[in-house]
């Protein structure tokens, strides 16, 4: 089996340990997220077999410049909650326009006033997905879902989208008394139990 070594550095002379980010892998691909705008790099490469450690020489990539530019995401848009229960909804958006540059983290808060602010909801989170759920609210209580997004090429931000209000359940409906039940012994230590739900049920306000 090999392993391959990769490390980039800004010279292309650089050696595995003395980069600003490298790693190993059996297979023929790794990403990096610790480099610098505006700088450029160069990728090495060498790899070692396991049968003795013999390892090749390095072979150096071509000069890369990332970018200098970050394009901050625009406000999120497509804001919904849908409430499941007393306590629960699913909350779901949409990237703004420009959905922003490279990779985008939304911040969802959920609070009782339109301005709630993220740090300072009943409920909240992060997440690189477009959706995301809840299971601290309380019944009957009117909410809002608000999410903004943050691009972690320079951490720019978009500014909140706010959903239209929601309001949790109220009602719940508790179970009748159970009947018909019976059981069956079916040895000196062991027994079968049957019973059935009550189709009878209340409805607690």
């Known amino acids: 089996m090999v392993t391959y070594y990769w490390v980039i550095g800004t010279n292309p ?4 340990g003395n980069g600003v980010d ?23 490469v060498f790899a070692t077999t396991n049968c003795n450690n013999s390892s090749s020489g390095y072979t150096t ?4 410049t990332t970018n200098t530019s970050c394009t901050t995401p625009g406000n999120p ?11 629960t909804a699913n909350l779901s958006w949409a990237p703004g326009n420009p959905p922003g540059s490279p990779a985008i983290t939304y911040f969802w808060v959920i609070g009782t006033s339109s301005d709630v602010t993220y ?11 477009t959706m995301a759920s809840t299971s601290l609210l309380s019944a ?16 720019s931000s978009s500014g909140y989208a706010t959903s239209a209000s929601f309001t949790t359940n109220t009602d719940c409906i508790i179970p009748g008394t159970p009947v018909n039940v019976n059981a069956s012994v079916t040895g000196q230590n062991s027994a079968n139990l049957l019973g059935q739900q009550e189709i009878h049920q209340e409805v607690q306000q």
Do not use: H, M, P
């Open 119 to 129: 740090g300072n909801g009943v409920d909240e989170g992060s997440t690189s997905l």
């Open 140 to 155: 009957g209580i009117t909410y809002y879902l608000r999410v903004y997004a943050i691009t972690n090429c320079n951490n």
């Open 77 to 87: 848009v497509s804001i919904n909650s849908f409430v499941t229960g007393q306590t």
């Open 22 to 44: 490298q790693g190993s892998t059996t297979l023929t691909t790794a990403s990096t997220s610790l480099l610098s705008a505006g700088t450029t790099y160069y990728l090495g």
């Open 13 to 16: 002379n650089v050696t595995y």
């Open 61 to 64: 990539s071509v000069s890369f």
